[in-house]
C-alpha cells in the first residue's frame, strides 16, 4: 500500500517475499526504492508489466494499481505478481514453435498437418513431391491423391493412430499414388498426433521410396528371371510347376515337361564370342516361343538348356510340338553375317507316370535328352524306365573322377609322334587312361566330357602335367633321345588365372628345359577372350614352351586369326587322315593345310595316321610329323622306352 506521495505504507508477507526484505526497511520510503522503473506522475488505475533486478536476478512482474479510499484520503493498492515462469514459458513455447517452423518447413522430408482428410498446412518438400502448389493442396482432402480402392485402408490407419495417440513409436505405412504430374510414387508414411493452438491434428511424414521400391522389384525380377532372355529362371520355373502339380493331381489332368539342350551352341559361342553367343540366344528363344502356346511355360535352366511345361497335352500333340522345336531350330541362323547351324535335343517325361515332383521329372527328361544326344541329337525321346541305366553309369563315373587319383586308378600312355623326314620319333604325345576298379576301362571320349562339366579337368590336367613333364625327364636321364611332350589342354584348364604359372612352376620344379614341353589347345580354346588368350600364349612361347592347335580345320578358325597366334605347330584333324587318298577331296584339304601352314612358318602334325600308304602320301605333300597306329597305339612308359628302336624302323618301309 502507498500514498498519494508514493510512500510505502505496508508489504504483505508476499511482497516481503517477492522482494526479499522486511516490510519495516522500506515502510516510509518511496516506492521507486523498490520499483526504480515506475514513474509516478499521476497514480491511476491500471495494469502494467515489467523487469526489474531484484537480489542480481531478473524478476518479470505484472502491476495492477488500484485506488483506495480511507476517510478522507486516497491510497494505492499495488497488486504486484510474479510473471518471470509464465513468461519464460511462453518464451520456450514461441522459440518451440519457431524451431518446429523452421524444420517444418525446411525439412528434406514431405510433411502435411492435416484433420483427418482436410489439409491443414504442407512444406515445401511435399508440395514438390505432389506437383501442386500450396494453394491446390491447403484447404482439400488428401484422398484425392489416392485411388478409392487405398482409402479406406488410410482410414483405418489414421483412426489406429489416434486410438493408440499414446503410442511412442507409430508405425510405418507403404502407399502408392500418382502426383499431379502423373509420376507414379511409392512412398513410406508415418502419422503422428500433434496439438496446434489447442487442435488435436496429424502430422504426416513421407519419405519417397520410389527408387528404392523399383531397385527392389527389379532385384525381385532378377531373382526369378534369366537376365538375357527375360524368361523364368529355375527359381520361378519351380513356383510355377508345383502350383501346376497340385492343381494337376486333384483334376486328374497330365502335364509334360520337356527338357531342351541346343547341339553345337558351345562351339558357337566358343568360336564366335559371348557376344555372338547372347545374339544367337535371343533368337533361338523367339523361334522356340513360336513353337508354344501362351499358357505353356519356357524357362531357361542355365546356359544351352531350357524347360518347357506343357498343360494338358495328349502325348500325340506333344510330338508335334517337340518336331516343331526341333525342325525351326535346324534352320540356319545368321550371326555376324554368317549361317550359324544349330539343332536341340529333347527328353520328355510325364506327370504323373514318370514323376510326382519337379526334381523327378526333370532328371528322368534330363536322362531322355541324353539318350538323344547318344542316338545323333536333333531329335526327341520320352523318358523310359531303361534310361535309368545309363545316369547311373554317369553318377559313378562322376563320383569315380573325384577318388581315382587317390586309388591309383589314373596311368599314362604315351603315343610317339615321327619326323616323316628323317625317320625319328621327336615327340610323344600323353593321354590319360583310366580303370576303375569295378566297371573296368572307361574311354577318355566317355569320362573326359564329364570331367569338363564337373571342374575334375583342372585337378586331371595339373596331374598329367606334372606327371608326363617327370617322365620325360626320367627318360633323357635314361638315355632316350631328348623329346616333346605333347599335353593336351582344355578351354576349362586354360581359363584358370593360375594355368600360366602352374606350368612354368611344374618345369622348374621337374628341371625340365621349356623346349620339350608342348600344349595342345584346339581352335575353341583360342577363340575365347582372344586377347587375354593371346597373352598367355605369348607368356608361353616367350618362355620356350611349344604351342600346337590340335584338330586343326574342324572349327571356325580364318587365315587372318590364326597369323595372330603366337604358336608352332597346326595338328591336322584325324578325319582328314582317316579316309586319305590321292582321289579324295581329303588330300586337297591336307594339302591346303599344309601349305597354310608353311606360309605361317608353322610346322604340321598328322594324327591318325593308319597305312603306310598315309605316311607316303603325306611324306611327299611335305608333311613334317606323323603320329598314329601304323607306329603305335598308345603305350605304357617302360614299353614306349623298350620299344623306341623299334618304332623307328617302320619308317625304313617308307624310305
Not at 387 to 397: K, Y
Amino acid at each position: 500500500m502507498i500514498d498519494e506521495k508514493r510512500h510505502v505504507l505496508s508489504l504483505n508477507y508476499a511482497a516481503e517475499t517477492l522482494f526479499s526484505l522486511k516490510a519495516s526497511d522500506v515502510i516510509g520510503s518511496d516506492v521507486v526504492k523498490l520499483l526504480p522503473f515506475y514513474k509516478f506522475s499521476s497514480l491511476q488505475d491500471g495494469r502494467t508489466e515489467h523487469s526489474l533486478l531484484i537480489s542480481n536476478r531478473e524478476v518479470t512482474v505484472e502491476i495492477t494499481v488500484m485506488a483506495v479510499a480511507i476517510e478522507e484520503t486516497v491510497e494505492y493498492m499495488l497488486y504486484i505478481r510474479n510473471m518471470t515462469q509464465e513468461r519464460e514459458a511462453e518464451k520456450t513455447l514461441i522459440e518451440a514453435k519457431n524451431r518446429y517452423e523452421n524444420l517444418f518447413y525446411s525439412s528434406p522430408l514431405a510433411i502435411m498437418v492435416h484433420r483427418e482428410e482436410e489439409v491443414v498446412s504442407v512444406n515445401d518438400a511435399m508440395i514438390q513431391l505432389l506437383g501442386v502448389t500450396e494453394d491446390q493442396l491447403v484447404g482439400k482432402s488428401l484422398y484425392d491423391f489416392f485411388s478409392s480402392e487405398q482409402v479406406p485402408d488410410i482410414k483405418k490407419g489414421l483412426k489406429a493412430v489416434r486410438d493408440r495417440k499414446d503410442e511412442p513409436r507409430p508405425p510405418l505405412a507403404q502407399l502408392k499414388m500418382f502426383n499431379a504430374l502423373g509420376k507414379e510414387l511409392f512412398l513410406e508414411v508415418k502419422s503422428t498426433l500433434i496439438q496446434i493452438n489447442g487442435e488435436t491434428l496429424f502430422q504426416t511424414v513421407t519419405r519417397d521410396v520410389t527408387e528404392q521400391k523399383k531397385a527392389q522389384e527389379s532385384l525381385q525380377y532378377m531373382a526369378f528371371h534369366d537376365m538375357l532372355t527375360d524368361l523364368p529362371n529355375r527359381s520361378m520355373f519351380s513356383n510355377i510347376v508345383e502350383k501346376s502339380i497340385d492343381s494337376a493331381a486333384a483334376s486328374g489332368k497330365k502335364l509334360h515337361f520337356l527338357f531342351l539342350d541346343l547341339d553345337r551352341f558351345k562351339q558357337v559361342n566358343d568360336t564366335l564370342g559371348h557376344h555372338a553367343g547372347d545374339q544367337l540366344m535371343l533368337q533361338v528363344v523367339d523361334r522356340m516361343k513360336s513353337c508354344l502356346r501362351n499358357q505353356d511355360v519356357l524357362s531357361r535352366f542355365g546356359g544351352d538348356e531350357f524347360l518347357v511345361l506343357l498343360h494338358d497335352r495328349m502325348d500325340e500333340e506333344v510330338r508335334k510340338i517337340c518336331k516343331s522345336l526341333n525342325d525351326c531350330l535346324s534352320t540356319p541362323f545368321v550371326v555376324l553375317s554368317r549361317d550359324v547351324y544349330l539343332g536341340v535335343s529333347i527328353g520328355v517325361s510325364l506327370f504323373p507316370k514318370d514323376g510326382k515332383t519337379l526334381e523327378v521329372l526333370v532328371r528322368h527328361a534330363d536322362l531322355a535328352m541324353y539318350e538323344v544326344k547318344k542316338q545323333g541329337r536333333n531329335h526327341y525321346l520320352f523318358y523310359q524306365k531303361e534310361m535309368q541305366v545309363h545316369t547311373t553309369r554317369r553318377m559313378r563315373i562322376e563320383d569315380g573322377l573325384r577318388k581315382a587319383f587317390e586309388l591309383g586308378e589314373m596311368e599314362l600312355h604315351y603315343q610317339p609322334k615321327v619326323n616323316i623326314q628323317s625317320g625319328h620319333i621327336v615327340g610323344v604325345e600323353a593321354l590319360i587312361r583310366w580303370t576303375h576298379a569295378e566297371m573296368g576301362v572307361i574311354s577318355p571320349a566317355e569320362f573326359i566330357p564329364i570331367a569338363e562339366e564337373t571342374g575334375v579337368i583342372v585337378t586331371l590336367t595339373k596331374w598329367v602335367l606334372k606327371k608326363a613333364c617327370h617322365q620325360n625327364k626320367y627318360w633323357q636321364l635314361k638315355g632316350l633321345p631328348p623329346l616333346k611332350m605333347s599335353v593336351n589342354i582344355s578351354s576349362v584348364d586354360f581359363g584358370t588365372t593360375d594355368f600360366v604359372d602352374y606350368v612354368l612352376d611344374v618345369l622348374r620344379e621337374v628341371e625340365l628345359e621349356s623346349r620339350y614341353l608342348e600344349l595342345e589347345i584346339t581352335e575353341s580354346v583360342t577363340m575365347k577372350h582372344v586377347e587375354q588368350t593371346i597373352e598367355k600364349l605369348q607368356i608361353l612361347k616367350d618362355a620356350g614352351v611349344f604351342i600346337s592347335i590340335d584338330d586343326f580345320g574342324s572349327g571356325y578358325s580364318s587365315f587372318s586369326y590364326i597369323q595372330k597366334l603366337p604358336i608352332h605347330t597346326l595338328k591336322i584333324d584325324r578325319s582328314f587322315i582317316k579316309d586319305l587318298d590321292p582321289n579324295t577331296t581329303e588330300v586337297s584339304i591336307v594339302r591346303a593345310i599344309i601349305t597354310l601352314a608353311k606360309s605361317l612358318q608353322l610346322s604340321v602334325v598328322a594324327e591318325g595316321v593308319e597305312e603306310v600308304e598315309q605316311v607316303e602320301l603325306l611324306h611327299k605333300e611335305k608333311c613334317d610329323e606323323v603320329q598314329g597306329y601304323y607306329f603305335s597305339k598308345p603305350i605304357s612308359a617302360q614299353e614306349f622306352y623298350e620299344k623306341f628302336h623299334k618304332i623307328e624302323e617302320k619308317m625304313e618301309f617308307v624310305h
